[in-house]
């Protein structure tokens, strides 16, 4: 890269953090066209005016606001109301606040909520105030905020599907057990949150696993609170998912701590090298498009595949997946299990809840500890079916503890099928068994290999 | 790209003869590769396959497996050439072109396909593909707004859609697109409804398959 693209500690797609001590850059999410390199050395390209232009980074934030959608229109949101709507009110009108219409909303809006029914009702005491919620949601101090609205009697109504409807004219019709009500005021309603604008093409250009809300973060214990699957890229907000309005504070401290961190410097992740051979690299793109961690690019002088060391994050699953068995990691070795007992381990989760167990559950078994069950290959499978009369149990973890986000699914892919390869060919499938475990289930998992041994036994 | 699905590995098992004691299994590393079906990956795990499978049935057949960059030329092939010859039976993971060159280049040895030629398609996610062309030998996408009628309305209607195309799907099978909504669309989107309405005459299929086998020559490369 040329020496004069500047360079930045962090750059913001979207809202940037208050901060004075870090060197930063905004753009909009708009304007991104590209991101290549790794943590510590990225490269955005991005449409400035009329032509493209590029910075460098070494950490990137992904801050954006949720899209907003009103359940019903022409009320009023909770998160547009400001000071002058109470001030502007008309007190003959009974306030309705109401959360959680169509589906549950955040705590921080819970929050917004209460604090807009305090501030009615500190406006003006005698002022009906209505509380509509199906599950009133708790951080910081909303229980006090809640404990305050009942004295000041704002007059809370709990709701389930079906009980509570608002017309198209914002009528209320709320009808629960004993109680028929239809009321008419100023109407505020929690919004449902749905992803920022622009996650897709996010996403895309940053090469990461989004969540089945569409959000730019997966549902998993690793990627807590604000990372990404991407070593250096950080989400927040509308990018990060529904929730992450409920400790915004913490999330930007934390965010800022860890781009500190990192700037002093970050180390790879592992000792061994993964390289791809650029004579048998056919650029199918199926190592990037299966990576979790966005660790893969094209090195565009060979034309081939590149594996950045510092985003990698060793789970194997590009070289299991490689068409072409163009990538190879320095510390592998030809395994020929023998045993009629064999056990192949996530060390994340099979190899943890081992440790934690009273006993030895493997005791007799013949177990191989992988980064990831993803590193299996189906012709692993069948070699080693080869190589003994016994059976194959396989550990992967369950999806939310699953350190490389898809790894489970993709071993689960590749054992499915070679059991249904086994299968036509009358070999038997059941000779390979796949499992998911947390690295909690140290119970289950000791139970759980009783029942196999048994059954192999038998 | 010309996109391939690998045989049911059952098909596979039943080309081959009681009698076989050799098998050479040959990938091919362009196409195929990057659809996944016929690469180094599916080759070699092919092959342990059939070894488990031949051990299961007390056989011992020797399978062994290559994967070389194109096996529709000839370059490619020669490295493999002794190696195809000390084996009984290749089976090739290459479209149904690398089968036949193959075949070409060794008119004495039985070249099996162990793969699938689908269609030329491209890539529209992880590991799955979509047609586009049908290769008829006379693009006509420019007079439908960039897409094509021919491969991608069920019928290959040119003059508009059919009565069973319902909310933008195909009667054939509503897990398909239908094309005509898809040109419709996108002409509008780029501002070309207009060119649709011309009647376009019956389309000329001798450059397609109706004419016969097609070669062709790059004039560059002949002299008259």
Known sequence: MSGSIAHYDVAYIGQALKNNELSQVTLPASSLTECRGEIGNFTLSYQAEEELDQIQTSNIVINLPHQEELPVEGCLSLTGV???FLAEADGDKPLIIIQDYQELSAAALSQRGLKLALQAKSEDPAREVYYFYQAMRFMDNNDELYEEA????VIFLKHDLGELE???????????EDIELSLSGELVVAPELKPAAEVDRLARIFNITRGPEGYLQVDNIYLQPTLSGKRGLYVLGGARGPNALTYQQEEREYTLQEIKRNLIGVEELDEEERSVDDQKCVVCYTCYRVCPHGAIQRDEELNSMQIMPLACQSCNLCISRCPMGAITRSGEV???PQSDRQVIICENSAALAREKADFDPMAGLEVTEVPCVSTVKKEHIYQRLAGSEGDLLILGCISEACKHLTG???CEQVVSSAKSDLEK???????VNYQRLSPRMAADLSAYLTDWKGEVLQ | MIVGKLKDVAEIKDMLSEDLESLFIIGCGTCVSVSLAGGEREA???RDLLELYFRSQGRDVKVNTATIKRQCDDEFIDSEELAIS?????????CGVGVQHLGIKHPGKMILPGVNTTFYGRNSDVGEWEEMCLGCGDCILDDFAGVCPVARCSKSLINGPCGGSQDGKCEVDDEIDCGWDLIYNRAKEIGQLDRLLSYEGPKDWSTARDGGVRSHKNPEFFSE
């Open chain 1, 166 to 176: 608002i017309s198209q004219d914002g009528e209320i019709f709320y009808s629960r």
């Open chain 1, 334 to 336: 030809e395994e020929q």
């Open chain 2, 86 to 94: 000390e084996h009984d039976v290749v089976l090739s993971l290459a």
């Open chain 1, 150 to 153: 009942r004295r000041q009697e």
């Open chain 1, 82 to 84: 400001g000071e002058e």
């Open chain 2, 44 to 46: 070699k795990s092919l």
């Open chain 1, 425 to 431: 060919l009358d070999l038997d499938p059941e000779r």
């Open chain 1, 408 to 410: 489970h699914d993709r």
